[in-house]
């Protein structure tokens, strides 16, 4: 119940394209959704978040698409950049909750 | 930066040593976190301080010990560790209870037990 699911592991994707990683979760209680960006030798840091009561957020070229009815909710990173190459980690946790759960993350390479 | 500072970068240390890790943040958040990163793992969740009271433990062996003297500051007391304790740690501070606002990350320690 406590689990968030990622796929894919690892993602290539050319310079220009676009970035599609995927997410679940089992919990219904979870109401907060966000997406962090980790680059090497760094902690991770937020990218985008989205609440359940929009079924679609976008900030730049990043947009959380969000599924309740699913329980799923994924991240498109288009007109993908090389600099945009680092792990994607998505995360669920609830209100007056405690505890991020984290997804296994997603090492993505752009290729210039 | 992020405002959560984490001392130090990399730490190497033998089996029998007592060594302790630093966080400090100035953001003014009253909860403060400490996660382990280890290689093809997610992000795991090790302990949660809210206003300098020890809120979760999860299920963490003893020779990991933490303290928050404030809520600024975090350590982890480290003692008798096992190779597969070498990972990323991670502290993260956020607002206060509602958990579900931005956690800010700091860059983390390398340790390498020996």
């Known amino acids: 119940q406590q689990q968030v699911k990622q796929s894919p592991q690892s993602l290539i994707v050319q310079k220009g394209g676009i970035s599609i990683i995927n997410c679940a979760y089992e919990?219904?209680?979870?109401?907060?959704f966000p997406w962090y960006q980790q680059f090497p030798g760094k902690g991770p840091a937020l990218l985008i978040a989205?609440?359940?009561?929009?079924s679609e957020k976008k900030e730049g070229r990043f947009t959380i698409s969000f599924n309740k009815s699913a329980k799923q909710f994924s991240l498109h990173i288009m007109d993908s950049q090389p600099g945009d190459s680092a792990t994607y980690f998505c995360?669920?946790?609830?209100?007056?909750?405690?505890?991020?759960?984290f997804g296994p993350g997603t090492r993505l390479s752009v290729l210039p | 930066e992020t405002g959560v500072t984490q001392t130090p970068r990399h730490l190497v240390m033998g089996m029998t040593n007592k060594k302790s890790l630093k966080c400090e943040q100035h953001?003014?958040?009253?909860?403060m976190y400490w996660y382990k990163q280890s290689a093809k793992k997610p992000l795991e969740l090790m302990f949660v301080?809210?206003?300098?009271?020890?809120?979760e433990n999860n299920s963490v062996p003893s020779r990991f010990s933490p303290e928050c003297p404030n809520s600024s500051h975090l350590f982890l007391h480290l003692h008798t560790l096992q190779p597969e304790d070498s990972a990323l740690y991670l502290c993260?501070?956020?607002?206060?209870?509602?958990?579900?606002?931005?956690?800010?990350f700091g860059q983390g320690t390398r340790l390498t037990v020996v």
């Open positions: 993260a501070s956020s607002q206060g209870y509602r958990m579900n606002t931005e956690a800010f």
């Open positions: 919990n219904t209680a979870f109401d907060y």
């Open positions: 989205i609440r359940p009561d929009v």
């Open positions: 995360a669920a946790s609830r209100d007056y909750g405690q505890n991020f759960v």
């Open positions: 953001l003014g958040h009253n909860a």
């Open positions: 301080y809210n206003f300098k009271e020890q809120t």
